[in-house]
Structures are given as C-alpha cells and as structure tokens.
C-alpha cells in the first residue's frame, strides 16, 4: 500500500512578493506540529504536567498555517503554495505469475514462532477471504515456514533413526526387559528437557533439536551403569529390591560425576556472547536432557528396576551358575590360601574344586523349579470330586487334578541333586585326606601309622552316597494298577517325596562329615582362608572340638548335620 503524503507546492514569484524567504517558510512550518509544554497543575493531592497540543489535524489547519504577520495582515501557507493530500512515489511493481498484485510483506518479530505466525496468517485470511471483491486471488509466497518445516522434520527423522538405532544396541547387549529399562531414558530425559524449555519460554526450534540429538547417546550411560550393577547383584542371589537399591546407592557417586563433567563441559556455551547467542539452545536442551536422565538413572531406573527388572540375557543356567560362582567367590574374599596358589606348580584342580558352579548351578535351577511346583500345587483345589455352588445350582466334577505327577518328578529330580552333590561333597573329602593332594598328613592324623584320623568319616560319607545311589532311582516308574485297574498309573509321589527327604537328610550327613574334614585341614595350613570360610570354620568349632586323637565322631557328626538341616549355617551370614 502507497504511504500517504502531503504535498506543498510553492509558487517562488509569490514568496518573493510577500518578502518571504525559504528559511522562514521553512521555520514556520517546522515549529508547528508539535505538543507545546505549559508547565504543571499542583492540586494539593498530586502534581501533573500540562501540554498545549499544536499538531495538524486536517488539511485546513496546515493551508491555515501562518507564514508571515505584518499589521493586521496574515499570511498563510495557501497563500504561498498549493497545499494537496496525495501518495508518496511507488518504488517498485509488484507481479506474480506475470500478473499485476499487490504485496503485503509481512515479518515476524524477533523470538517469536514462524510457523506459528504463518499459521495464523492463514487462517485469518481463510476467514476474510469471503468478504474479498469477485476476481481477487489470494497467494502465498515466499513462506519461509515451509523450510522450517522441512528441516524439523527431517532433523524429526534423524532424531527417531538415532533412537531405533540405540534401541537396537541395547537390546542386543541386554535383552529385552532391561533394555525397556534403559530404553525409557530417552522419553523421560527429553520429556523433562521438554518441560523445563516450556517453563523457560524457550521455542522449540532447530537448535532445541540439534541439542536432543547430540546428548541421545549420553541419556542411557548412568541407566546402564546402574542396570548392569544391578543384574550383578541378582546373579548373585539378591531379590530385585535389595539389587536396584544396591545400584543406585552404590553407582551414585560415579553417574553424579561422570553427568557432572560432560554438564561443566556445556555450561561455558549457555553464556556465548554475540553471534554466539543463536545457539544458547542448544547447550541449554543438552544441560536439560542430562539432568533428566540423571534423575532417572538415580531414582526412577531403580524404582521401575524393583517393581519389574530381571537379569539381562543370561539364560536361567547361566543365572544359577554365576549365583554359585559368586557365591563361592564371596566366602575366598581375602583369603591367603588362595593367594598363595597362584605360582604353584599344579596345572589344574579336580573337578571337583574346578567344576562346583557347574554342578551347583543346575541343582540350584532344580529347586527353584521344585519351589514353583509346590507353591502352585499347595495352593491348588485337589479334592475330588470338585463340588461348585453357583445361585444354589451345584455342579460335582470328577477330576484328576489330585493325581500330582508333577510333585512326583520334582520329587525324583530332588533326588538326583541330593545324590550329585553329596558325591562331589565326599571327592572333597578325599583330596584333603589325601596327602598327594593336600600335602597333610594322611587323613588328617596326629600320628601317621599308629591313628586312623578322619579315615572313618569318609567311610561314612562313601555308605551314605551307596545309599544315595539305590534312592537316587525313580519312584514314579515303580506304579502298580491297583482298584480293579481304575488306578491303573498312579504319580507314586507319596513315596517319592518322603524318599527325597530321607536324601536330603543323608546328603546333610556327607556335608557335615565334609565341614569336619575341611576345619581340621584349615587350622593345619599358616595361610589363614578367606572371610566367609574363616566364619564357617568358626561356626563348626562351636560343634566340633579339635582332633587330638582317635575317637568316635558320630556324636558330632549328627549335631552337625542336623544344625545344616535347620538352617543355621545359613544365619551366621544374615
């Protein structure tokens, strides 16, 4: 649109006839137009100013304007020139498409959305567009939101790639719940990042996505650490609770520094001068995304780690072994003796000592196994018939859910662990009364020659693994049809159950024969074990009292097994 101009043309001849310069003309109209001061009104209760205004307010008043007195006679600027209101010169054509138009240029103000204010642009024109005059085209050009938009959406693409990608790593690295785990890192520190910006007013602008992009990678390092501390823990037995509380506690101290360095290397950034401002955003989004995923790792990767987390990819044989490995690791904690192995001139151990995790690791995945079973079948309706009242209708149902082949099988698989594990128990045995093996003296006696030691204890344990063996057979292959053939397969778990318990107390025996063996050893060596075994060998002395010659043990022996029985073994590490 043309600005509009008021024009005054002067007529040379008639100023030079009224004896008016240019510099007058010039002065009078230049002094006018303006808002004159006229001091202050103090009303007693407040003091103001007063202005007298002096501005044009219609062609008049200008045509009006006094050039020059002289007596009674005025005269004004009509009197001099032709006074017009008219349009300032164009300085430009405007077409589109080869077609006459008219432009309007519009820009939006420093800060604020342009994709936002293209929107509303449109959407006030859509509402007006009806009232426009027949054969006028509305067009937009140059909309520089449409390069916006493309660059957000494909810096979008780059973003959600990027996530895929890290998502696939971890996934591969640590199996699926605990990459869901470490995964929702990523939502929640841009969430947060979100937030923040919101509450600073900061727009959601390239430089906002540049920053997401740059720290995606750093989101999921602290959630990671904490994870994997975490999975330790519950290979080594811990419940998801005490694990995860673990972690954060533990791995506080390193994430809180680690996010803390890469935040001091960003702060610089936030505070750039000049041309450096136009990517403040980006080292802001970054510091905001850190700090969400600081957050997370420390306190939400922990709480949603105790409610749903589990161990990583591991399979459940694995699992078992790393709980026996670490296990085994935990009591040799500190200890001399095995320290002083470590340049010996012994190639390998028996498998025994090699091979405990592996042989521990299965019976461990076993009973966990035969705990489910139970806890399922305990709580189960076995009864039969099955009688069910519903609205006073009764329904009686012949079932067999009562027939507990389950219980039967878990009951023999028991077996066979009671029975490995005292055979491998009773191998120790062995080595330590061995003197090629333990380079003691054999048996562990006072007197080589004229005592027999702890000779009787491994008799003891090799009759019980006898016994173990014969017991060690099924129970739910020795059914016999009974009822005129209507009980023609019977689980047979009745008799396997109490044969597992008859095992388990025999496997108890070889335990406490191998304890035994393995205190008096100890207390022969000058290297002191480590700390789990050293409380074990303490625990064992408060049953059993230092061999100092030939005597019968069998007293001790079934103290010993029955206090592994209940369970206080076990105790003395809670």
Not at 135 to 144: E, K, L, T
Not at 454 to 466: F, G, K, R
Request: with cysteine; charged share 20%; aromatic share 8%.
């Amino acid at each position: 649109m043309p600005e509009d101009l008021i024009e005054a043309i002067v007529d040379k001849t008639k100023l030079e006839s009224y004896g008016i310069s240019m510099n007058q003309l010039y002065q009078a109209v230049s002094n006018n137009n303006r808002v004159i001061p006229a001091g202050f009104q103090d009303t007693g209760t407040g003091r103001f100013a007063v202005n007298v205004p002096s501005v044009f307010s219609s062609l008049e008043d200008i045509e009006t304007l006094p050039i020059k007195v002289s007596g009674t006679s005025v005269v004004t600027l009509k009197d001099v020139a032709d006074v017009s209101l008219t349009f300032k010169d164009r300085g430009g054509y405007s077409r589109i498409n080869g077609q006459q138009s008219l432009a309007l240029d519009i820009k939006k103000r420093i800060g604020t959305n342009i994709i936002d204010t293209v929107t509303d642009i449109r959407k006030m024109v859509e509402d007006k567009i009806e009232s426009f005059p027949e054969g006028v085209d509305v067009n937009f050009v140059r909309d520089d939101s449409k390069f916006a938009l493309q660059m957000i959406s494909e810096l979008q693409g780059n973003v959600l790639t990027s996530i895929a990608l890290v998502m696939i790593v971890v996934l591969a690295a640590l199996g699926f719940r605990t990459s869901m785990l470490v995964g929702m890192a990523i939502p929640f520190s841009y969430l947060f990042a979100l937030l923040v910006l919101l509450i600073l007013d900061k727009e959601f602008n390239f430089m906002v996505m540049f920053g997401m992009l740059i720290s995606m990678g750093m989101t999921i390092d602290g959630s990671i650490v904490v994870t994997e501390y975490a999975d330790r823990k519950l290979a080594e037995g811990m419940n998801r609770i005490e694990a995860y509380t673990a972690a954060a506690t533990r791995m506080f101290w390193p994430v809180l520094s680690s996010t803390t360095t890469t935040l001091i290397a960003f702060t610089p950034l936030m505070f750039m001068p000049g041309f450096g401002a136009f990517i403040r955003d980006m080292p802001i989004t970054v510091f905001c995304v850190l700090v969400g995923s600081l957050l997370y790792s420390l306190i939400f990767a922990p709480i949603l780690g105790a409610m749903f987390g589990g161990l990583a990819k591991q399979s459940e044989a694995e699992i078992n072994y790393m709980k026996s490995a670490a296990r085994i690791s935990g009591l040799l904690k500190n200890s001399q003796i095995k320290d002083s192995h470590k340049d010996c001139d012994r190639v390998q151990d028996a498998y025994c000592f090699r091979c405990g995790p592996q042989v521990h690791g299965p019976a461990i995945e076993a009973l966990i196994e035969s705990r489910r079973i139970l806890e399922i079948e305990i709580n189960s309706a076995t009864d039969n018939p099955l009688v069910f009242v519903n609205e006073g209708k009764v329904d009686i149902i012949s079932g067999g859910n009562f027939h507990g082949q389950n219980l039967a099988i878990a009951s023999d698989n028991l077996a066979i662990i009671c029975h490995e594990i005292a055979v491998i128990s009773e191998r120790r045995i062995n080595q330590i009364l061995d003197p090629q093996w333990s380079n003691l003296s054999a048996f562990l006696t006072n007197k080589e020659g004229l005592e027999s030691g702890l000779m009787i204890i491994q008799y003891v344990a090799a009759a019980i693994i006898s016994e173990l063996h014969l017991l060690a057979n099924p129970a739910t292959t020795s059914n016999v049809p009974v009822s005129m053939g209507k009980e023609d397969h019977v689980s047979m778990g009745a008799t396997g159950t109490y044969r597992s318990l008859t095992s388990s107390k025999y496997l108890s025996q070889v335990l406490a024969n191998e304890l035994i063996c393995a205190t008096e050893a100890l207390e022969r060596l000058n290297e002191s074990p480590g700390l789990g075994v050293a409380k074990i060998k303490d625990w064992v002395r408060t049953k059993v009292d230092k061999l100092d010659g030939d005597k019968s043990l069998t007293k001790e022996c079934e103290e010993l097994s029955i206090s592994i029985i209940n369970g206080e073994m076990s105790e003395i590490f809670r």
